[in-house]
């Protein structure tokens, strides 16, 4: 997928929103509106966890794993 189709997280009123728009994009998020179920959401979770250690092993000393952990990560229960 082109970067041009992905959501704008800065755009969106929040990480849900563009995780939700993402999931809908590829029919993962269900019927229209329903957003994801349970095990969809925590399973995102987990890749943008994935994502952000990823980041932090690169060593900078501005972790890119901490930016990734304020934009997108939400451990609220869906």
Not at 11 to 29: F, Y
Not at 46 to 52: I, K, R
């Amino acid at each position: 997928m082109p970067d041009d189709d992905l959501p704008d997280p800065v755009g969106a009123s929040s990480a849900s929103q563009a995780l939700t728009e993402l999931a809908a994009q590829h029919g993962l998020a269900g019927e229209e509106g329903r957003g994801m179920d349970d095990e969809l959401w925590a399973y995102t979770m987990a890749v943008v966890s994935l994502c952000a250690r990823i980041a932090d092993a690169s060593g900078d000393a501005r972790s890119g794993g901490d930016r990734i952990r304020a934009e997108l990560l939400d451990y609220r229960v869906k």
